[in-house]
């Protein structure tokens, strides 16, 4: 079973609206990371935002905010105000035992494409 | 501080070639890994290093070596390379805990291979 699922192959957004790109997770640990990244065209992986899985706030980071539902196994991204340069694939990752110790390791999902129209 | 610096950003291999990707960074982390990324695939983590000296599997291991000599370089060796590799190879590192800084992982900018 797939860990991380992003059920949003692609996407479209008019130009200044809010867009959510969907993320859903499984892992039985109770200590774990979720975090989302950009990828531009040009290839490089752009740190967004991370939530931990103890963290009672969901996380924000200027027009990035995450919508934690721990009990629904869900870590949305929502962008407000879309930008043209938020066009760009994003992922969603989590990290599993997240509490000191903790490996480092990463499993993403495949990605959503999004696209913002002017 | 140049962050994660991967060498080459471009290679192409013919099959059965061996060849060294290159990882460095600069902030001392203790934790560093390597991805593959393929189309529809997202990234798949291929080894990693919790310390100097300290390499593990990660997801898809297979035709590829790591090393961590040093805390600051990860160089991942493949042997013999196959067309199955051609990919986009990402290196990354952070600390091991403790911090605002622990909550990222700092990508490399990648490197295209492409084995015919």
């Known amino acids: 079973a797939q860990k991380i699922t992003q059920t949003q192959p692609g996407m479209f957004v008019q130009e200044k609206e809010a867009v959510t790109l969907d993320c859903t997770y499984d892992?039985?640990?109770?200590?774990?990371?979720l975090f989302w990244y950009k990828q531009p065209s040009s290839g490089e992986m752009i740190f967004l935002i991370y939530q931990g899985s103890y963290d009672e706030q969901n996380a924000t980071e200027g027009r990035y905010s995450l919508n934690f539902q721990k009990a629904r196994k869900s870590a949305n991204l929502v962008i407000s105000a879309s930008q043209l340069g938020d066009s760009a694939m994003y992922f969603c990752?989590?990290?599993?035992?997240?509490?000191?110790?903790?490996?480092?390791?990463?499993?993403f999902g495949k990605g959503t494409k999004l696209s913002v129209k002017p | 501080n140049a962050g994660v610096t991967q060498t080459p950003k471009f290679q192409v291999l013919k099959t059965g070639q061996s060849m060294t990707l290159q990882c460095a960074q600069d902030m001392n982390h203790e934790y560093m890994s390597w991805y593959r990324q393929d189309p529809g695939m997202g990234l798949r983590l291929i080894h990693y290093s919790v310390g100097a000296g300290i390499t593990d599997q990660g997801e898809v291991p297979n035709g590829y070596n790591v090393s961590r000599s040093t805390t600051e370089d990860f160089p991942l060796r493949l042997l013999s390379a196959a067309p199955s590799q051609t990919s986009v190879y990402f290196c990354a590192s952070s600390p091991s805990y403790g911090g605002r800084s622990y909550n990222e992982q700092f990508f490399g900018p990648g490197t295209r291979l492409t084995v015919l």
């Open positions: 990752a989590m990290r599993e035992g997240d509490l000191g110790g903790s490996q480092g390791n990463l499993i």
């Open positions: 892992t039985s640990d109770q200590s774990y990371g």
